[in-house]
């Protein structure tokens, strides 16, 4: 591969733990994770001491019985980093990011204002951990592959340049699993034909690995062994083209899933109707006990942003998937997404009654709809002047652990969470 090496891949280190722990600077040098049952993510401190996501609370505390475990703070996680890509935005308008927590940027045309993209990177580094406080590691080379593995290299904190003609020094005596697509089975496939290295890899030719892993798959494996990826950094779009939120937690009992979902439907609607949009199609995912997950979606005759309106259409999803898909396994998270969208004005359609446990009262131009507008709209003006935490809906606040009592509200608090040891 040829060419400046301009791609840039920035992942910060150990995310949902490393915001805890600048929060709560006394952690500082503790084995500090994130989670419930179920380990989020976890601090390099704990990490050496074996425990991992996802690794069940059980057994990452028998691995590390000082283990400080936090209840996860979702809203803090997006605010982290929506500041740390407008950090990156700073750099070039090239950014794309992948996942809340990493990011590809294209610098070319940063390089003759700003300076090499290795200086850039550098500058980037000491910006985020400046503005945001946290640590972030940073891959620069050639292609979008190649800078992912960099910068898996680089972490904990750290950079790595692979500049150009020296890629195929770089990658050999990498492990097969540090390519993109790689997982856990097909690193003891390759072992079986012993190859354990990617340098391992790139000499075995392109009709064997076919022969071995079928054509797509072993294409693939291919392609990223000799560092072929010719895909462009692709910008994000100024406006979200879907929106959804999770909520983690025993969701088994039918109350407390519809008001985890009443909850979920709030934070959307409230993001949509922020944007001016509408969305058409609504989507709920089921985790189970086990970590399986199962997920519906319907698309309706029309957008739709009320708070209401997405609740009904989310509780009926999650429903169904529970009743064909549960078999007696607890629930442990549900997620809601709201795509197809729109900006057409948000009114309320007729939701099928036949296939959603709709009210017929929430029909458009019905007294009960218009009232219930008039609350997302008073709601909306509240929060956007103080905040979404202004004003929450009984339901939510009645069904969240931490409320349930006067006693267990003081211990733990959206912002300040209680650790468990």
């Known amino acids: 591969m040829t060419g400046a090496a301009t791609i840039l891949h920035a992942d910060l280190d150990a995310f949902y733990a490393s915001v805890e722990v600048r929060d709560r600077p006394e952690l500082r040098g503790r084995p500090v994770a994130v989670g419930g049952g179920v380990i989020l993510a976890a601090t390099y401190e704990a990490r050496r001491q074996g425990v991992a996501a996802p690794m069940t609370r059980r057994a990452a505390r028998n691995r590390c019985p000082g283990l400080i475990v936090l209840p996860p703070r979702f809203s803090h996680y997006v605010a982290a980093s929506r500041a740390v890509m407008a950090v990156l935005q700073q750099f070039t308008p090239e950014v794309e990011p992948i996942s809340i927590d990493e990011a590809f ?5 940063s390089t003759h204002l700003l300076g090499a993209p290795g200086e850039i990177a550098r500058a980037l580094r000491a910006m985020v951990r400046r503005e945001v406080g946290l640590a972030i590691s940073v891959g620069v080379a050639t292609t979008k592959h190649l800078a992912k593995i960099a910068s898996r290299v680089a972490k904990p904190d750290g950079l790595v340049v692979v500049e150009p003609g020296t890629e195929t020094a770089f990658l050999a005596p990498l492990p097969v699993g ?5 997982g856990p089975v097909g690193e003891r496939r390759l072992a079986a034909y012993g190859i354990g290295t990617i340098g391992q890899l790139a000499e075995v030719g392109e009709t064997t690995l076919v022969g071995w892993f079928g054509e797509r798959t072993g294409r693939h494996f291919w392609h990223l062994a000799h560092n072929r990826d010719a895909r462009p950094v692709v910008a994000a779009p100024s406006r979200p083209g879907s929106v959804g939120a999770q909520s983690a937690g025993n969701a088994t009992a039918i109350e407390d899933r519809h008001a985890a979902l009443l909850g979920l439907a709030d934070r959307v609607g409230w993001r949509l109707r922020r944007h001016r949009r509408a969305g058409q199609r609504i ?11 199962a997920s519906r979606s319907i698309t309706l005759p029309g957008p739709i942003a009320e708070t ?7 509780a ?8 064909e898909r549960a078999a007696g396994r607890g629930v442990t998270l549900v997620s809601l997404a709201v795509d197809r ?25 019905s007294p009960t709809h218009s009232r219930l507008r008039s609350v997302d709209a008073a709601v909306d003006k509240a929060r956007d002047r103080f905040g979404r935490s202004a004003v929450q809906r009984a339901t939510v606040l009645a069904n969240r652990p931490e409320e349930r009592s006067p006693a267990e509200a003081a211990a ?10």
């Open 308 to 314: 209401t309106s997405l609740y009904h259409a989310a």
């Open 341 to 365: 969208l729109s900006d057409t004005p948000h009114l309320q359609l007729e939701i099928p009654l036949g296939r959603l446990p709709a009210d017929p009262a929430l029909r458009s131009g």
């Open 316 to 323: 009926g999803l999650a429903d169904a998937v529970v009743a």
């Open 178 to 182: 540090y390519l993109w697509g790689v």
């Open 283 to 293: 989507t709920v995912q089921v985790r189970f006990s086990d970590m399986t997950r």
């Open 105 to 109: 940027l294209d610098v070319t045309g």
């Open 412 to 421: 733990a608090t959206d912002d300040h969470p209680r650790l468990e040891r």
